[in-house]
Nanobody
Framework: QVQLVESGGGLVQAGGSLRRSCATSGRTFSSYRMCWFRQAPGTERECVAASSRNGGSTDYADSVKGGFTISRDNAKNTVYLQMNSLKPEETAVYYC?????????????????WGQGTQVTVSS
C-alpha cells in the first residue's frame, strides 16, 4: 500500500507564501504522475499543479499560473508545491495525489493514491 504523507500548510496572510511537501516511503514513486489538488467547501476537487514522472513536464490551473510551482525529487520520494502571492480565495484543503497510469490527466478519479489533506487558510 502506497502512503503519501503531507507536511507544510497552515495559516498565512494574503500575499504570503507556503511550501507543501508530500513524501512516500514507496520504492516506485518515480513511476507515478503527481498532482496537487485543492478543494474549498462546496466546490469540486481541482488539480492545480501536475507533474510528469520525472518532473520534466508540469501543468497548472489558470488560476495559479505564475504563483504556484510544483517540483519533485525522485531520489527523496517527495513532491513539493511552492505557493506564492497567496490570496484569500485560495483557502482550501490541499491534497497530493499519485497516478500509476500512463498518459496525462488532471481528473481526481484518475489518481490512485492520496495524501491526508491539509487545510491552508489565507487571511485577508
Amino acid at each position: 500500500q502506497v502512503q503519501l504523507v503531507e507536511s507544510g500548510g497552515g495559516l498565512v496572510q494574503a500575499g504570503g507564501s507556503l511550501r507543501r511537501s508530500c513524501a512516500t516511503s514507496g520504492r516506485t514513486f518515480s513511476s507515478y504522475r503527481m498532482c496537487w489538488f485543492r478543494q474549498a467547501p462546496g466546490t469540486e476537487r481541482e488539480c492545480v499543479a501536475a507533474s510528469s514522472r520525472n518532473g520534466g513536464s508540469t501543468d497548472y490551473a489558470d488560476s495559479v499560473k505564475g504563483g504556484f510551482t510544483i517540483s519533485r525529487d525522485n531520489a527523496k520520494n517527495t513532491v513539493y508545491l511552492q505557493m506564492n502571492s497567496l490570496k484569500p480565495e485560495e483557502t482550501a484543503v490541499y491534497y497530493c495525489a499519485g497516478a500509476r497510469a500512463p498518459g496525462w490527466s488532471t481528473v481526481s478519479v484518475d489518481y490512485d493514491y492520496w495524501g491526508q489533506g491539509t487545510q491552508v487558510t489565507v487571511s485577508s
